[in-house]
């Protein structure tokens, strides 16, 4: 196999969402959002995709998307459960504290390392990034000897939902490469302004063009050893917390900071959408409608 390998996140509860909203049907064949993301790195030279889920969907997983992929693309499952990977002393207290959450997107990538063998790059299978975005990405990922990672930053303004708070990584971006990650966890319009609320109720006021994380990550797979340090760091400080999850852009704030990975921030003007809350879901269903009706997309992808 040569080319670029593509990771979905798609093992998250989507508690807010109220379902599975990985699977919900959006485009006019009965294609889910994360369809789209496929089809478009495809297009744009990747050559595997490795969905992350949960061994409790496999079935609808399968049945809904992989049923009707065929041949299109060649891809595997990677399991992310609430035991994977977790040493039996820090397993055996969540579970006396009862811990229901997940341990959150880096862990899911971690979960997935036996299957990438190649520059990857990680994605959600709620959010829509656009074939532009997957262009600049595949471009970089097959690069020869590559080293560095990459993002494709959006523009906070067009990552809101009107429905809810929604959580985006904040970047600080300085002579084209990420220098930190802020994850803020309620971010909302309050009517002219953009705003973060803190778990102390303090707001914080954002410029509409603050670039921001949507999990659309390139990384060389040599990045996983040290990924497993900082996974494990978690573990030991927060591993008793019941709620406490450990976000891949936190993951990528700390290996930037060790000066364990150079992240180059890949600019691409490409629309987002995604499915946040079930509100958002007649959203996603006409945007794609109108891509649909531009040729951008097929009526049915994999037709």
């Not at 990459?150 to 990584?169: C, F």
């Not at 300085?174 to 971010?187: C, K, M, P, W």
């Not at 797979?221 to 406490?244: C, I, V, W």
């Amino acid at each position: 196999m040569s080319g670029p390998i593509l990771v979905v996140l798609a093992a998250g509860l989507g508690s807010r969402y109220g379902g599975l909203k990985q699977i919900d049907r959006i485009g006019q064949g009965g294609e889910v959002l994360l369809d789209y993301s496929v089809f478009d790195a495809k297009r744009a030279g990747f050559k595997k995709v490795v969905f992350i889920i949960r061994q409790d969907i496999e079935g609808d997983f399968n049945d809904i998307v992989l049923s009707r992929f065929g041949d299109s693309m060649p891809y595997a499952l990677a399991f992310q459960e609430s035991d994977s990977l977790i040493p039996p002393d820090v397993l055996a207290e969540s579970r006396r504290i009862g811990r229901t959450k997940p341990w959150g997107t880096t862990h899911a990538l971690l979960c997935a390392q036996d299957c990438i063998d190649a520059p990857f790059a990680v994605i959600n299978a709620d959010d829509f990034y656009g074939k532009e975005a997957f262009e600049v990405m595949g471009e970089y990922l097959s690069r020869p000897d590559l080293e560095e990672g990459a993002i494709v930053p959006y523009s906070l303004r067009k990552t809101l939902s009107p429905q809810g708070t929604v959580t985006r990584g904040v970047c600080e971006i300085q002579d084209g490469f990420l220098q930190s990650v802020d994850e803020l966890t309620a971010i909302a319009k309050e009517g002219d302004r953009i705003c973060n609320t803190d778990s102390a109720g303090a707001k914080r006021e954002l410029g509409p063009n603050t670039p921001v994380s949507m999990n659309f990550w390139g990384f060389p797979p040599e990045m996983f050893p040290d990924l497993h340090r900082y996974f494990d760091k978690f573990l030991q400080t927060s591993g008793n917390q019941p709620k406490a999850e450990c976000y891949l852009p936190m993951a990528v704030d700390w290996l930037i900071k060790q000066k364990f990975l150079r992240v180059r921030c890949l600019w691409a003007d490409s629309e987002w959408f995604g499915v946040t809350y079930k509100a958002d879901k007649e959203s996603a269903i006409n945007r794609i409608s109108m891509l649909t009706d531009q040729g951008v997309y097929p009526p049915s992808l994999w037709g």
